[in-house]
């Protein structure tokens, strides 16, 4: 590990290399990584990323071919596709987060830290599992998601709306009773 450890302002849209990890969240998918590192061999995770790689660049294309994104972060460095809207179109990326929500994608719209919170983004990572077929079809949910926006053009409706989060509390909704 290098001694000086640096935090990039925009994590997903950087080319440096950090070595930062954090233990808030679960490690699972890390030491999964790890694993299939081990399993694989360097050649093959080295494959799979690229895979990857290559899948999150096509969605990313796709994306920056129709009038509504402005891609950020096109999945070259890690799998991750970043974009925010281009314009004012009557709606908000978390409009968009929600639109998609009903197709049964999740992908999250989030603000940007301190200095910048009027920024916003959606964010699509890439995992295994995510395969070429699921690209597109997320891409055609897209186009689909936006189009029904560009008629009902919510404004902004669900900027408030958040996703729960351990502080705030699991939802709003009565737990369902447990079988037994």
Not at 35 to 46: D, E, K
Not at 84 to 96: K, M, R
Not at 110 to 136: C, H, I, K, N, Q
Request: with cysteine; charged share 20%.
């Amino acid at each position: 590990m290098p001694r000086r450890r640096t935090r990039p302002s925009v994590p997903w849209a950087s080319t440096a290399v950090a070595a930062l990890l954090n233990f808030s969240r679960p490690g699972n998918q890390v030491i999964g990584q790890y694993y299939n590192f081990l399993r694989l061999g360097r050649a093959g995770h080295t494959q799979v990323m690229g895979c990857l790689s290559s899948t999150a660049r096509w969605l990313a294309e796709e994306l920056r071919k129709g009038k509504h994104f402005e891609v950020i972060s096109d999945g070259s460095a890690i799998p991750v596709v970043c974009l925010w809207l281009a314009g004012n179109f009557g709606y908000t990326e978390f409009d968009v987060s929600h639109a998609l929500r009903s197709y049964g994608w999740q992908v999250p719209a989030y603000t940007m830290p301190a200095d910048a919170t009027d920024v916003a983004v959606l964010r699509v990572v890439v995992r295994e599992g995510f395969s070429a077929d699921l690209a597109r079809s997320l891409r055609d949910d897209m186009i689909s998601a936006l189009a029904s926006l560009d008629d009902l053009k919510p404004g902004g409706h669900f900027n408030n709306e958040r996703p729960p989060t351990k502080t705030t509390g699991a939802t709003n909704r009565k737990p369902r009773p447990m079988a037994g």
